[in-house]
């Protein structure tokens, strides 16, 4: 893979990766719920959920559910309930001042949220089928170079993790206001509802 290429997919991933989504929204919240704790099972848990998404699409999964409607659907009811999930749990979570300075993070908790949110999710698969394609040189090996992007891809999404994660930490740490907390809880319940109403609406290519 040349230096030109792979700048480009660079570039172009860190468009993808820090482009706000349901992972940021709940890397976020999480972070300004339990600080900068949380960030180590936060990028374990999106850097599962994309292995998991590229392993897929590199063995026929996305061309599976770019083709199979029944299939599309059922990732996409999956992943858009458990957004409505999320959603709902934080625009209901009630902060206050005790539980600001008293809240137990479960780092398993924390992390299946993120890989869950990442994972099931149709289109990351059926992304990464179609965005690879773009960037490999047909003649050159394509193991090699796939390789190059699928680590480069997961460098690029733990640096995009790991910032929001800690910006959201050092915002805690900053901002104590209950009324604040409160305020952040509803609006990025609200986002991961709206997420998950985006992803209700998903299309499959065969529908």
């Not at 936060?42 to 998404?53: I, K, R, W």
């Not at 733990?158 to 910032?163: A, D, F, I, N, Q």
Request: hydrophobic share 55%; aromatic share 12%; net charge positive.
């Amino acid at each position: 893979m040349s230096i030109e290429v792979w700048v480009s997919f660079i570039a172009a991933a860190m468009v993808l990766c820090f482009s706000p989504g349901p992972t940021v929204f709940l890397v976020m919240g999480q972070a300004l719920a339990h600080g900068k704790k949380s960030v180590t099972p936060l990028v374990a848990g999106t850097l599962s959920g994309d292995l998991v998404a590229m392993i897929c699409s590199f063995f026929g999964m996305g061309a599976i559910l770019a083709t199979s409607a029944t299939l599309f659907n059922l990732f996409k009811w999956a992943g858009a309930l458990y957004l409505f999930y999320l959603g709902i749990k934080s625009f209901r979570t009630k902060v206050s001042i005790t539980s600001i300075e008293h809240t137990v993070m479960e780092k398993g908790s924390v992390y299946c949220h993120a890989f869950l949110v990442t994972a099931l999710n149709p289109k990351g698969v059926i992304f990464f089928l179609a965005f690879f394609p773009l960037f490999i040189d047909a003649n050159l090996p394509a193991l090699p170079q796939m390789l190059i992007m699928g680590g480069s891809f997961l460098f690029v999404s733990t640096l995009s993790v790991t910032s929001y994660a800690l910006f959201s930490g050092v915002l805690r740490n900053k901002v104590s206001s209950v009324r604040f907390q409160n305020g952040f809880n509803k609006v990025s319940g609200g986002l991961l509802v709206g997420a998950g109403a985006i992803t209700a609406t998903l299309q499959s290519k065969s529908a």
